[in-house]
């Protein structure tokens, strides 16, 4: 019988860029729904390789959702207290690991 490897390297948290401890996990479609039918792009980070990237979607006047795309284009959701992201961007501007992209006209 096959078994999976689920050690915490391989775990968004492991590479995630900010911590996930306020933050929910959303499932891929929920995620996908919320931010196709709600989410306002607020900005876009990117690790130094440009393999990863954190996009962040305003749905609410104080939810966000974060939507993490790993290096091999595997994405992930998750739910947060603005006010909750904005301490944790803190933590993204002192990581010289991570920049943030300017605005896109066409997100």
């Known amino acids: 019988m096959a078994t999976s490897d689920t050690s915490t390297a391989d775990s968004p948290a492991s590479t995630f860029p900010i911590p996930l401890s306020r933050a929910e996990s959303h499932s891929w479609e929920y995620g996908r729904r919320c931010v196709d ?15 990863q990237s954190l996009t962040v979607f305003d749905v609410t006047d104080h939810t966000v959702v974060l939507r993490y795309r790993t290096p091999v284009g595997r994405q992930s959701f998750y739910g947060m207290a603005t006010r909750d992201y904005s301490a944790a961007r803190e ?15 066409d997100q």
Do not use: M
Request: proline share 7%; charged share 35%.
């Open 37 to 51: 039918r709600e989410g306002t792009h607020r900005e876009t980070w990117t690790d130094e390789s440009g393999r």
């Open 91 to 105: 933590a993204l501007i002192a990581d010289e690991e991570w920049t943030v992209q300017p605005p896109a006209d």
